[in-house]
Structure formats: structure tokens, C-alpha cells
């Protein structure tokens, strides 16, 4: 291949969950030149082709820096995301909402011929009543009450403006469920249960119930399954939302047999009002507002991803929830801010 067409990609949130395995895969593709991995804190990673930068995208006065970066750009990828902290909506709408508007002009600016983003299922609005499942032409409204859904709605509709006003501009918006690894499991455990949780308590002999929800069923997919949807999305000519899924569908039933427990029937009012008090006395991050987004969520037929990027997950739900417990249990991280575990601390 002419080392003329080989791409310049920047990776915005390159230090997270998404962004380390992007990265590490993009190394390694023959077909990208190099790699510039943005992010608020430079992280201890040594990679063939990769460089590092540091940016706040939650900052003014910062635009100057990112247009620098993204000058010379053939793609950028914008996976930088704030989940915390939910108690302060106004922080993470900065850097989520605020953050990737100064993306998204700066990739104008720089005329960048392909802009990928990585947006959520929590970007759909709620699912139908009977339960099928959705394509990429399902609403994206999210879901009103939660933080985390509003802000990814809302990015989506920033979107719709960007590609009518720059055409020039391919633009790929990946929509996966939930994306487990044994690295990121750490850092997932303190986003959502909190920092002060053991992981060494998360094991079968020490969780013999599982709450049984009315509505709660999610998918799941490996991270690394995810980005090599990305990795075939910057190589090829496609545009437009793709949903990332793996099988099976996750449900009470799976996650009992998972963790060797009883699915015990609980009202939905009374999780959500432990959750609720937990959340306000500060005892657990996530918010009920993400909850309730939670059992909204519609399932995603995976049909277009399969067909236009020829993507299939080399590993099912339940492999990818076995990697995140895994990590949990163990420590599991990587030599990154975000990520830090008992391995890298």
C-alpha cells in the first residue's frame, strides 16, 4: 500500500474503555500511518504508531489545542464522555454536550473527511410495547429523565446538523449496548457501584439472590468486539448509525445462571427507592434517573452492521459479562487514568 494513503486518526477519550482497545487495534491496522490519542490526563501507554496529547474538552480557551490536533486528521473518532458526577448534571453536560460541539467545529474547520462517533443505545428513545427489536431508524430521544440519556440525545441531534450543513464530511455514529472487558471492569465497578465496594465480594457463593425486574433486559457485547466496528467503519465507505450487539439478549434468567443465584421477584418501586436513597445520601453513584432509563431501553437489531461492515462479535454477552466479572473480582485494569485497577494502581 502507498504510505500516502494510509490514514492519520485522532481518537478523542482515548484513555477510557472504547478508546484504549481503538487504540491498541489501530496500531496494529497497516492501513492507518498513526494515531493521535487525545485525553484530559497523558496515559503510561507505549504503542507502535501512537501518540499522546493532552486536552479538557469541558474548557474554554482550549479550541486553539484540539484544531491544532485534528489539523492534519484523515479521521477523528469522539469517544471522550464524562458518567460522573451524576450529582452535578452541569459538569458532564460541559464535557459531554459542550465538549463535542468543540469537536465537531474543529473537524469543520479542518475539513476532516470522516468523523466517527460513539454514541449509545441509551440515545433511543424507549423501545416498543411488544418488545421487537429496533434498527437505526428508531427515534433517538433518549430518555428524559437520566443525565447520560438526555446529553447522548441531544449529541445525536448536533449530529443531525453537522451533516446537513458539512456533507463533505462521512460521518459514522456506532449506537452498541452495554461494552464489558476485563480491564475496564474497575473502573465500571466505581462509575456504577462506587468506589467503596469490594470486588472480591462479587462472587456466586456471596450472591444467592438476583432481584427479578419487570422490563429488565439489556445487551451486551465485548468491548473489543465494538471497536472492530469502529476499525471497519474508518476503512470503509459507509455512513450513517450502526447498532452493536451481541447474543443472547441478558436477562434475569441469564444473569441468575451467571452468578449461580435465585431470581427472587422484587417490586420495581422498591429497588428504585433504595437506589434513590443510596444515591442522594452519596452511598452509590449512579443516579434512579439512570435506572429508570435502564429498563427503557429498546433491544437492537444488528442486521446493518453485520451486512455493510461485515461485523459479527467473535464473543457472546455472556462471555463479555464473565471478562467484566472477572476483572472486578481480580482488579483488572489498564495503565490509564480511567482504568486504574489493582494491576496498574
Known sequence: MNPSERMRVVVTGATGNVGTSLVRALAREPRVASVLGLARRRPGLTLEKTEWAEVDLSLD????????????????????????PTHDPVTTWRSNVLGAVRVFDAVAA???????????????????????????????????????????????????????????????????????????????????AGRWLPGQLIR?????????????????????????AYRSALLR????????????????????????????????????????????????????????AVLRLPLLSTDRAREELEWTPSRSSVEALEAFLRGVRGGGGDATEPLTGRSFG
Open 61 to 84: 480557551g482550549d479550541e486553539a489545542r484540539l484544531a491544532q490536533y485534528v489539523a492534519d486528521a484523515d479521521a477523528v473518532v469522539h469517544l471522550a464522555w464524562r458518567f460522573q
Open 110 to 192: 479542518a475539513r476532516v473527511p470522516v468523523l466517527v462517533y460513539g454514541s449509545s443505545v441509551g440515545a433511543y428513545s424507549p423501545g416498543p410495547g411488544n418488545g421487537a427489536p429496533v434498527s437505526e431508524s428508531w427515534p433517538t430521544h433518549g430518555w428524559p429523565g437520566a443525565a447520560y440519556t438526555r446529553e447522548k440525545a441531544y449529541v445525536e441531534r448536533l449530529l443531525d446538523t453537522f451533516e446537513r450543513d458539512h456533507p463533505q464530511t462521512r460521518v459514522v455514529r456506532m449506537r452498541p449496548g452495554f461494552m464489558f472487558k476485563e480491564e475496564s471492569a474497575s473502573e465500571q465497578r466505581r462509575i456504577f
Open 204 to 228: 456466586p457463593e456471596l450472591i444467592p439472590l438476583v432481584p427479578e425486574l419487570s422490563g429488565l433486559r439489556f445487551q451486551a457485547l465485548h468491548t473489543d468486539d465494538a471497536v472492530e
Open 237 to 292: 465507505d459507509v455512513r450513517g448509525a450502526f447498532n452493536l450487539a451481541a447474543d443472547p439478549v441478558v436477562d434475569v434468567a441469564t444473569l441468575a445462571e451467571l452468578l449461580g443465584a435465585r431470581p427472587v421477584k422484587v417490586p420495581t418501586a422498591a429497588v428504585r427507592g433504595v437506589l434513590s436513597a443510596a444515591w442522594r445520601m452519596r452511598v452509590a453513584p449512579a443516579s434512579p434517573d439512570l435506572f429508570d
